[in-house]
Each structure stands twice: as structure tokens, then as C-alpha cells.
């Protein structure tokens, strides 16, 4: 089992920055493929971005990259998103997800995912 608790979502204005971190429990942690999921209101629940057990392997939803940076500390047992430039369109909640299937098998589908944390808002204003 593991459980997950997101924070250091906030009210940010257009073109500033937040980064989240998402902590863990379990000592397998370091095993799991990671995902950050968001969910604006009325909106489906839409892939970020995805981190293999290393780091070593990263993807992105096309309309974060080059903004957005996850990454992960094993020894910490947390995951993070560094979010650079927001927009309005980034404001909705953030969810961290896990997995013990390797990152490349359908990163973006949030099925996939066995865990999840409780979520954390985001609101970027214009």
C-alpha cells in the first residue's frame, strides 16, 4: 500500500511559480512509477507529467513542457512539480498518482494509476 499527500498548492498570479510536492509512505516508494494528474472544474481528469523509479525517465502533456519539472527524491520518499509561467488554463486540482508498472506503459492514463493522494488546488490568476 502506499499513501500519498500533496502540498504547496495556492493562489498564484499569471506567470508566477508554485511547486508541489507529493509525499509518500511505504518502502517501496522507490519502485513506483509517479504521475501528476490535474482536474479542472468540469473537466476530465488530465495527464501532466509522469517519472519513472530512477528519474530517468520523464514525460510531459504537451501544454506544460517547457514549464513545468518533476522530479523525484527517493530518499525523501517525495515527488515533485516545479510549475514556472503559469497560466489561468493550469488553475484546477493536482493530484499525485502511483504505479508499480514501468512509466512507459500508458503514462498518461490515469486507469493506470493505483494510488492517489487527496489532491491539491491550484488557481492561477489572469
Known amino acids: 500500500q502506499v499513501q500519498l499527500v500533496e502540498s504547496g498548492g495556492g493562489l498564484v498570479q499569471a506567470g508566477g511559480s508554485l511547486r508541489l510536492s507529493c509525499a509518500a509512505s511505504?518502502?517501496?516508494?522507490?519502485?513506483?512509477?509517479m504521475g501528476w494528474f490535474r482536474q479542472a472544474p468540469g473537466k476530465e481528469r488530465e495527464f501532466v507529467a509522469a517519472?519513472?523509479?530512477?528519474?530517468?525517465?520523464?514525460y510531459y502533456a504537451d501544454s506544460v513542457k517547457g514549464r513545468f519539472t518533476i522530479s523525484r527524491d527517493n530518499a525523501k520518499n517525495t515527488v515533485y512539480l516545479q510549475m514556472n509561467s503559469l497560466k489561468p488554463e493550469d488553475t484546477a486540482v493536482y493530484s499525485c498518482?502511483?504505479?508499480?508498472?514501468?512509466?512507459?506503459?500508458?503514462?498518461?492514463?490515469?486507469?493506470?494509476?493505483?494510488?492517489w493522494g487527496q489532491g491539491t488546488q491550484v488557481t492561477v490568476s489572469s
Open positions: 511505504g518502502r517501496t516508494f522507490n519502485s513506483y512509477t
Open positions: 517519472i519513472s523509479w530512477s528519474g530517468g525517465n520523464i
Open positions: 498518482a502511483a504505479r508499480a508498472s514501468a512509466v512507459y506503459i500508458e503514462y498518461g492514463v490515469p486507469e493506470r494509476y493505483a494510488y
